[in-house]
């Protein structure tokens, strides 16, 4: 399998999967993608409907790094994918389907269910693709006898994902910058208890902002970066969009009894890593029905949806909200589905963004391209602060079921999609817990706390405190690699 750039440079160079593990955009800025989407033929589609899930997480991702010799990557998969480490929630013998859907009831002539997501040890959808990342850099590292210091900037649950995934992986070390004192409890607590030496949390006193300034000025020392071995895990990581892939055939095989039917997903989506996954089991022959784009307030991909026009938000556009891990400004795996769109062709990708540069979005209105949307099977819609708690009340009451805010978003607009007799599933993408105050203000009541985290708040805490200030954060680095 040949990977190429949306953007184009370097075409006909060879890029395996391996090459693109552990960096991020191609040379001239744009997204990896296969050369071709493998097709996924009759035969496998059956055979593949009673896999569990570590085997058939590794027959989808032996199709795409093939590079990696099945044995090792079986190996992978398996260590990944254990109810010990999807159990965080459900501790009975459905842990063991790392992925179980939850059927909620039948609206408007479709089943709809939850496909349960938030699993994990950091009780959010990232840790499906994150722990296979542990993994996967821990094998490349050790087989080129490299290492590699992460750095990254988190408000919640990206960072906490990446320190799960990676804590007691050896070649790696991860410093994770937060805003000092402005997460919740939970989600501080969850970080700072980490005890692994290889992880270190770095308390900004700031804001998420200058936590993310400081590491785009550490990343921008190249030579810096070069000597201490800097690099990233962010969502365009393509080893993370692929290892989503998986639970689409998942949620299929257990929503259907044969490959003839057709499901639709809805997806809570930020920077367009879920939803593109279920783009690509699409294209590799699932068969999919709709692929429904739910947003929040900030709706960047909605209006896209709805109108070809793509629009990126300025910073004071760009909307604190109750479904936090969606507040978005631009979606950055988008390039990625605009690729397929344009039917591949990187010149106008290239034109396209850099209009986003300079111009701050494009217009595919106009054009023909924008009418293909729907060949490709995407609808979508937003939710608000109020659709949001009243859809968490709906299903509490209907379904005697908690669902997380972000979850909520996407059931509110998958609603708004639904088809007489065919399923629709909905990615439940985060536990309640993690968005306390939201909950409590819907139901006047406690989020669910799963029993794996009674007590996480009193656990002791290891973090350093630095202000917002490059060189320290450096310093700091330094100081803690040996170097
Ligand atoms: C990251 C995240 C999302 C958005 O996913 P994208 O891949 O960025 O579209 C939705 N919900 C939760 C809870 C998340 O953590």
Request: charged share 25%; hydrophobic share 40%; proline share 4%.
């Amino acid at each position: 399998m040949n990977y190429l750039s949306t953007r184009g440079a370097g075409a006909g160079e060879r890029h395996t999967f391996s090459d693109i593990l552990l960096g991020g955009l191609a040379k001239d800025g744009g997204l990896y993608l296969p050369a071709e989407y493998p097709r996924v033929s009759a035969e496998e589609l059956t055979r593949w409907r009673t896999l569990p899930y570590a085997d058939l997480a590794f027959e989808i991702l032996s199709k795409f790094s093939d590079d990696i010799p099945a044995e090792d990557l079986r190996a992978l998969t398996r260590k990944t994918y254990t109810a010990a480490t999807y159990c965080n929630v459900r501790a009975d013998e459905s842990a063991a389907q790392i992925t179980p859907l939850k059927t909620l009831g039948v609206e408007n002539g479709a089943p709809l269910a939850l496909l349960e997501l938030s699993n994990g040890p950091t009780l959010a959808f990232k840790d499906m693709a994150m722990q296979l990342i542990g993994n996967l850099f821990e094998y490349a590292l050790a087989k080129h006898g490299e290492t590699l210091n992460i750095l990254g900037a988190t408000s919640g649950d990206t960072g906490s994902a990446a320190e799960y995934a990676m804590r007691g992986k050896k070649g790696v070390r991860v410093f994770m910058l937060s805003p000092h004192k402005k997460m919740s409890a939970f989600q501080t607590a969850q970080m700072y208890s980490l005890q692994d030496p290889n992880i270190f949390n770095i308390a900004v006193e700031g804001v998420f902002d200058d936590a993310q300034d400081i590491v785009k000025a550490v990343s921008n020392d190249h030579a810096f970066k070069a000597k201490y071995k800097i690099g990233t895990v962010n969502s365009i990581n393509w080893a993370r969009v692929v290892a989503q892939v998986v639970y689409y055939f998942k949620g299929y095989f257990a929503a259907t009894k044969s490959n003839e039917e057709r499901v639709s997903f809805t997806v809570p989506s930020g920077n367009f890593g879920n939803v593109c996954a279920g783009h690509i089991a699409r294209m590799m022959g699932l068969p999919i029905e709709k692929l429904v784009v739910a947003t929040n307030e900030n709706d960047v991909l909605d209006e896209f949806f709805r109108t070809g026009i793509y629009r990126v938000r300025k910073a004071a556009e760009t909307y604190h909200t109750s479904s936090p891990s969606m507040d978005i400004s631009k979606a950055s795996n988008f390039e990625r589905f605009v690729f397929d769109l344009l039917g591949r062709d990187p010149a106008r990708v290239l034109q396209l963004f850099r209009d986003v540069e300079e111009k701050g979005g494009f217009d595919l209105a106009a054009s023909g391209d924008f009418a293909r949307v729907e060949e490709f099977g995407f609808v979508s819609g937003r939710s608000s602060h109020d659709s949001r708690l009243e859809t968490i009340r709906d299903v509490f009451e209907r379904y005697d079921t908690m669902i997380d805010t972000h979850t909520a978003d996407g059931l509110k607009v998958a609603r708004e999609h639904l088809q007489p007799g065919i399923p629709m599933i909905v990615l439940e993408t985060a536990q309640p817990i993690k968005f306390g105050e939201t909950i409590r203000e819907a139901l006047l009541r406690e989020p669910e706390r799963p029993a794996a985290f009674s007590g996480l708040e009193s656990l002791p805490q290891r973090f350093e405190v630095l202000p917002a200030d490059a060189q320290r954060v450096k310093d700091f680095i330094v100081a803690n690699t040996g170097g």
